[in-house]
């Protein structure tokens, strides 16, 4: 992708007049302020209507810039035809071209957009072509940078526009085609072709020229991006260029969605880079104009709608973002204020990086469905191209002065060889001169007899050498091409024949196999299995011809190959496209590459040259010498050759061999004048002879070719041709049927892997509905506005305040209600106290009264009257009773006495227990009201604190001021 820029102030020397003819200069930056314009006011039939807001987007009626330096972005629309299925579900048309550049929506005719050009359902795409692509191709072969590329929701028609197929070549074949008519146009200066292509799948770059070139670097130097070790292909002709790509195309992710059982996963830039300088000797700082063309044909944008599982769907979500970042990309080009534009979020942008940021030419050509069912996804597409029509470029010439240029390259390696070749003839013709000095006859007598046999050996040597210059010369000189137009002849007298001519007519393109017919088992896509002229264009009145067009062509050959390689299915069709593809530069195609041994020392050195003349002689002679059958041999690359593929190498390896005879001619020619003025020369006659014979040979070669051209023309199909035919179409049905097999077994395993996942599926949206209501409660209390808030919380804080206010006033009722209790307590205690005061001076009295009287008692019993007989006792007792009952209360009304006042003791010791027990848990109670208070005026000081910092962070917001006060009338009350 790297190209060099030319600095964008420069005049646009022969570009300008392609510019003012493009459809691209009919925008130009002017035209900014016209393309939101309503047209209202141009009688249009939705001026009429005041209901809705009207969204037109016009660009008719702009001027051309003055400059002409600046110029937008091409941007048209194409609509493809409803397809069948569409038809079949009944689809109504949701959008509409109405005239040349305006799409209007169907159920909603304000909604319009205006394009450079917009392209009906029966456009051809050679029309899209002239109109959209032509002359950025033009101005790429004038050293002006071009990109083209499709953009648009997946089977909305993208590859149909870029690739086509064999009735209606896309933009792609069609641009190769036209590159290689402008150089046939353009005789005064001579050009060199590289080719690349590469993919983007999945975020990863892989070189579809070279299978083993995957998962490639971008870089960048100060000429741009460019992918590190991608390879490049010297192209010689359309049917190179085209064949190159169709190898390409067999490595591409090809897969079947259900909008597109062809669906392209990834993207594809092609580009050619084109180097031409003036014709003839260039001097040595003569700048080489050097400029990329790229053909890029998106991935189909994937909506929600697709119910895509696995591998499809990680190729659905790259694609997306990728286009999703193109599309931020260009709205920030756009917007004119970005100063930071993503390139790097994508390889996508990154390689296209030099385009987008307006170094070249670029067309966006949108493909849209008509359908309703997918209305909503070609509106997003028009606001899309609506976006990007307004980014602005610059296009300028690309020159390079210095040698790296490739054609530069070739042409001094040319000069140089040419020299050396000059200086070896004239080695050869200076020997008779030398024999004709009358000085030197005896010397070179004398040397030739001592050393006619060394001399011998080293014209040998000479002339061999003279043959690999010529071969080398010759090589180099076939990778440059020039116009075969008349005045070639006049301008390059002194090299006749050495250039390859190359006459690009429409019957390069028809290289594709379009015999080889698709066998896709849908209904949608059982296509006609008819012959068609090469070239002709679809007839697209209707939509059954349209269908007739679809699947013939080579892209859908090769998707079929190499379709569903995401699943595994493969086909051995790489394997032989990777052999074609590793011959080295330059690989015009070809059937093998046979090594023969060759005869002449010419042939020799080009096929150790490996040139595409030299391989192509080779299998012409191989052709030559092998019998019919062994050229059709099943075995052979060549089956995978359809008859006008083997005309068009036919054609070629004819074109070549009259090259070399022509060639051979003129050197005959020069021999011979030689000759005339030599007779004697021995050398010149063999060397003549030699090419006699060649040419001979070689005419041979040719008639033979001719004959094999007739033979194998489509009218004359052979039997053995038709027998192979039903046998390749039998292995593409059987492969076809495993395939399906195949599918079939990966259907059952998806289906139940679908089971699973939507059973999973089913909790993982539970808590994603959980999740979101818990993110729509934090939203709102997220959007609830700030002053809201506050308020929200000071009235918080005066709820707390209340609650706080009357707990504390129930606290202190309580703690009133244990002072009270605990002063009565304290009364009854202090009564109490009393009470047992007298109560045990009471019994203290009793106690000195007991033990007067049981000291009396002993005392009475130990006197003699009381040692009397027992009859006597029993007297003697009721005398002490009655003695007792005499002098005071008797010792057991004492005793009962006692027990009462000790139990009435033991009482009052319980009673003062309670009491202390009662006032020990009043006492704590006390406390821990006591504690409570402190508590809560700790906390009513902490509200304070909170209040003052929301006031702080307030201001002096009024309300707030009456909060406070509020508050601290609160607190006031409460302290
Ligand atoms: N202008 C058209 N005329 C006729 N048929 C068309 C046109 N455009 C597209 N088609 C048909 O519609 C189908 C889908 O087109 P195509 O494969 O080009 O879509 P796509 O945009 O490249 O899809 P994807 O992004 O999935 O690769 C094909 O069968 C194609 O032949």
Redesign the pocket.
Known sequence: MASGQGPKSKKLGPVSTRVAKSPSSSTTSSSKQYLETSIDGQSSPASSSARSKPQYFYSENVHLDVERSKENVTVTV?F??L?PREIRQGEDIAWYADGETIVRNEHNPTTAYAYDRVFG?TTTTRHVYDIAAQHVVSGAMEGVNGTIFAY?V????????MHGDQRSPGIIPLAVKDAFSIIQETPNREFLLRVSYLEIYNEVVNDLLNPAGQNLRIREDAQGTFVEGIKEEVVLSPAHALSLIAAGEEHRHVGS?N??L???RSHTIFTLTIESSPCGETGEGEAVNLSQLNLIDL??SESSKAETTGIRRKEGSYINKSLLTLGTVISKLTDGKANHIPYRDSKLTRLLQSSLSGHGRVSLIC?VTPASSSSEETHNTLKFAHRAKHIEIQAAQNKIIDEKSLIKKYQNEIRCLKEELDQLKRGIVTVPQLRDSEDDIVLLKQKLEDGQFKLQSRLEQEEEAKAALLGRIQRLTKLILVSTKASQSSRFPHRPGLRRRHSFGEEELAYLPYKRRDLILDDENIDMYASVEPNSEAN?DTVKE?KK???HGLLNWLKLRKRDSGLGTLTNTSDRSSGMKSTSIPSTPRADQNNVPTESRLSHSLQTESSPSADLLSDAREEKEAPEENIFDPETPLTSIKSSDRIDLLREQQKILSGEVALHSSALKRLSDEAARNPQKDQIHFEMKRLKDDINEKNQQIAFLEKKIADASPNKMTDLEIMQEIDELTAQLNEKSFELEVKAADNRIIQEQLNQKISECEGLQETVASLKQQLADTLELRNTPKDERLAQEVDDLKHKLAELTESKEQLELRNQKLAEESSYAKGLASAAAVELKALSEEVAKLMNENERLSSELAASKSSPSQRKSTIGMRNGRREVISKRTDIGPSAAELKRDLAISKERELSYEAALLEKDHREAELHRRVEESKQREAYLENELANMWVLVAKLKKSHGNDTDDHSTLDTLRLDDDRLI
Do not use: Q
């Not at 997946?154 to 526009?161: E, F």
């Open positions: 194409r493809r035809p397809s359902p648009g997946t089977s909305s028609g993208k590859t149909h526009t969605t909008f597109n062809l669906s392209s991935a189909g493909t697209e349209e067009t679809r699947k």
